[in-house]
Structures are given as C-alpha cells and as structure tokens.
C-alpha cells in the first residue's frame, strides 16, 4: 500500500505542492496586507478560512480524480496488488493532503495571532475539555473523515461501471442516497438526540462568558447504536467497491 502511496504521490504531487505554494502566498500577502492597510481583522480572518477551505477542496479532488484515473488504467491494474491496498492508497493521500492544509494554518495563525490587534484567548477559553474529550473527538474526526473518504472511493467506483457519458452523475445520485439512507435508519432505529456528540457529551454554561464543555464518557447505547450502524455501511462500501473493482469496473 506504501508502494502505491508513493506512486499516486509522485503522480500528484507537482499539482499538489504548486496548490499549496499559493495557499501560502495568498495567506501571507492577505495578513500583511489587511494589517499594514488596517483592515477589519473579521474580513481578514473570513477570507483566510475561505482560502483555506477552497485549497482543500482543490486538493481533496485532485486526490479523487488520482483515484479514477488509478481504476481505469491499464497498467495500474495489472500490479499484483489487492485493490484494498489501492483503497487504502487513496484514503491516505486524502489524510496527507488534509494534513498539509493543517500543518500551513498551525503555522500561520499563531503568526496572525502575534499582530493581530484583537484578543482571540477567548476561544480557547470558550471551549473546556474534560478527560478524555480532546483525545476522543480527534478519533471521532479521524473516523468520521475516513469514512467520507470511502463513501466517495465507492461512489466514484459505482460510476466507474458505466461507460456512458454522464456516468458520473450515478455516483453522485449513490453518494447522497446511501447518506441519505443511513441518516433515515439512524433516525428510525435510534431517534435524534442532541445531548452528545457521541462518545463526548456537551454542556454548555451561560452567563458573563458563555462557554462549552466537552467531557469523555463511555456511552455503550452510541458505541451499539449509531456508530456501529456507520461502521457497518462504511464496511458494506468497502466490500462493494473492492467488489465493483475486481468485476465490473472495465480498463479504458
């Protein structure tokens, strides 16, 4: 799977950096900028987080289409290669490539933070973490992007069986419908409760300052509900598109 991590890095990675090369630049020119012309700090900040949120999407694609083009190719199939690994290939890059983005913003808003003329402590006072809270949601994030990441991989396998053009179109008629589907058997089998974030559970204190608190809890009725029906369609697409992609996906 690394090998293949490796290949699909050396086939992205020229699309990949020069991306990131311009988020940087951007960022930079925008924060110097907005505070030697003393712009309002809220505009300067919004268009950051939209600078941000627009290169990851590029990146995130650029990460799926290296995954379409993989399934389709005649040489990349011949490897003797599980297509799980080629799976697990793609759900990496996708992890590497959110990370890039993570890594630029850890550096830069600390550096935004230093000049900036407003107090932003108070997000960090704003926000409490109990116990095991933070460790857990981090595993919550890592679970929950990852399992996007498949129920994509397997959408754009579904739509990598037909030939026809427009075919893209199924898989994105299949991403929303099995999305929609589990959210209506979550609901049916465990109803809608919003007093936790699952295995987290949230309070929230009002007065002077507001703030919420985040504190871990072994939550069995999450663990043998929702989360294991998600486990149980992320592991439904995964078999799906290993299935589609050793059957019926053909090699242009």
Not at 11 to 21: E, K, M, Q, V, Y
Not at 84 to 96: E, P, T
Request: proline share 2%; aromatic share 16%; charged share 15%.
């Amino acid at each position: 799977m690394i090998k293949l991590l490796k290949y699909d890095w050396k086939r992205s990675n020229d699309g990949i950096l020069s991306t990131l090369a311009i988020l940087v630049i951007v960022q930079a020119a925008l924060s110097i900028v907005g505070l030697m012309k003393h712009w309002d700090e809220n505009l300067i900040v919004g268009l950051s987080i939209f600078g941000y949120v627009l290169a990851f999407i590029l990146l995130f694609i650029h990460s799926l289409r290296t995954f379409d083009s993989n399934i389709k190719s005649y040489s990349r199939r011949l490897l003797p290669q599980h297509p799980i690994k080629g799976i697990g290939a793609s759900v990496l890059l996708s992890w590497i490539v959110l990370g890039l983005i993570v890594i630029v913003a850890a550096i830069h808003i600390p550096i935004f933070a230093v000049f900036s003329s407003n107090d932003w402590s108070f997000f960090k006072d704003s926000f409490k973490f109990v116990g095991a809270a933070k460790a857990i949601v981090v595993v919550q994030i890592i679970w929950a992007y990852t399992s996007f990441i498949i129920s994509i991989l397997a959408s754009i396998t579904v739509a990598g069986c037909f030939r026809f053009k427009g075919a893209a179109w199924i898989g994105i008629i299949f991403f929303f419908a099995i999305h929609s589907l589990l959210v209506w058997f979550d609901y049916l089998l465990f109803g809608d409760d919003d007093s936790s974030a699952g295995f987290v559970s949230i309070t929230s204190e009002t007065g002077e300052t507001s703030s919420v608190t985040l504190s871990s809890n072994l939550n069995l009725d999450y663990f043998f509900g929702p989360f294991l029906l998600e486990a149980v369609f992320t592991g439904a697409l995964l078999y799906l598109t290993v299935y589609l992609l050793n059957k019926k996906v053909e090699i242009q």
